[in-house]
C-alpha cells in the first residue's frame, strides 16, 4: 500500500519570501500521480499543483512549483513571494492510475503560516 | 461550470443515529469518491462511486454506504453512529479517466454526541 509522509507539522515565513514545504512517498509502481492541496479555514480542499510521474519536468503554476524527485520519492512544494492568503493547511496526496484504485492517499498535513 | 456542493454544511448526531450526507458531482463528471477527515488528519478515502456503482472501497466498515444517482449526484450514509464517526466528510467529483485530478466540495462537518 502506498504512503505519503509530511515531515513538517508547522512552518512558518515572512510576506514576500520563499517556503519549501516537504513530502516523502513509498510505492511499488512506476506511474503515479502526485498532488498539492491546501486547505484554508473554510475547510474546502482546493487544488494547487499537480505532477505525472512520467513527465521529468518539475510542474509550475504562478507562485507554487514542485522539486520531483522520482528516486528518491520526494515530491516538495516551493511557494514563491508568499502572501497572507497562502495561510493553510498543505497535504501532498499520491495517486495510482489502476482503474479501481485511483484514490487518493494524503499526508498528514503541514499547517502553513504567513508572517506580516 | 457549476463546482462540487454538499449538504448540509454541519450536522449534530446522536450516537446509534444514522445519517445521509449528499454531494453533487462538478458539471460533466461521472466519478464521485468520498473521504473522512478526523482533526488535524489528513482525508482518508472512504469509497468510490462511478456510474452508479461502488469502484473502489477504503477501510471502513460496512455500515458507511454509499448511492450513485443518474445525474451523478451521491449520498453517503453512516449507520449505527460511533462517537469516532465525528469528522469533516469531504466528496470530491472527476472524469473516470487515470489522469484526471479530484475537485472536492466544501464538505460536511458532522459531531457525534
Known amino acids: 500500500a502506498q504512503t505519503v509522509t509530511q515531515s513538517q507539522p508547522e512552518m512558518s515565513v515572512q510576506e514576500a519570501e520563499t517556503v519549501t514545504l516537504s513530502c516523502t512517498y513509498d510505492?511499488?509502481?512506476?506511474?503515479?500521480?502526485l498532488f498539492w492541496y491546501k486547505q484554508p479555514p473554510s475547510r474546502q480542499m482546493i487544488l494547487v499543483i499537480r505532477?505525472?510521474?512520467?513527465?521529468?519536468q518539475n510542474a509550475t503554476e504562478n507562485r507554487f512549483s514542485v522539486n520531483f524527485q522520482k528516486a528518491a520519492k520526494s515530491f516538495s512544494l516551493k511557494i514563491s513571494d508568499s502572501q497572507l492568503g497562502d495561510a493553510a493547511m498543505y497535504f501532498c496526496?499520491?495517486?495510482?492510475?489502476?482503474?479501481?484504485?485511483?484514490?487518493?492517499?494524503f499526508g498528514q498535513g503541514t499547517r502553513l503560516t504567513i508572517n506580516p | 461550470e457549476t463546482g462540487v456542493t454538499q449538504s448540509p454544511t454541519h450536522l449534530i448526531k446522536t450516537r446509534g443515529q444514522q445519517v445521509t450526507l449528499r454531494c453533487s458531482s462538478q458539471s460533466g463528471h461521472n466519478t464521485v469518491s468520498w473521504y473522512q477527515q478526523a482533526l488535524g488528519q489528513g482525508p482518508q478515502f472512504i469509497f468510490q462511486?462511478?456510474?452508479?456503482?461502488?469502484?473502489g472501497r477504503g477501510n471502513f466498515p460496512p455500515r458507511f454506504s454509499g448511492l450513485q444517482f443518474p445525474n451523478y449526484s451521491s449520498e453517503l450514509n453512516v449507520n449505527a453512529l460511533e462517537l469516532d464517526d465525528s469528522a469533516l466528510y469531504l466528496c470530491?467529483?472527476?472524469?473516470?479517466?487515470?489522469?484526471?485530478?479530484?475537485?472536492f466540495g466544501p464538505g460536511t462537518r458532522l459531531l457525534v454526541l
Open positions: 470530491a467529483s472527476s472524469l473516470q479517466m487515470s489522469q484526471e485530478t479530484q475537485y
Open positions: 462511486y462511478y456510474r452508479e456503482e461502488e469502484n
Open positions: 505532477q505525472e510521474a512520467y513527465k521529468q
Open positions: 496526496a499520491y495517486r495510482s492510475p489502476i482503474q479501481g484504485a485511483q484514490k487518493l492517499v
Open positions: 510505492t511499488s509502481e512506476s506511474d503515479y500521480y
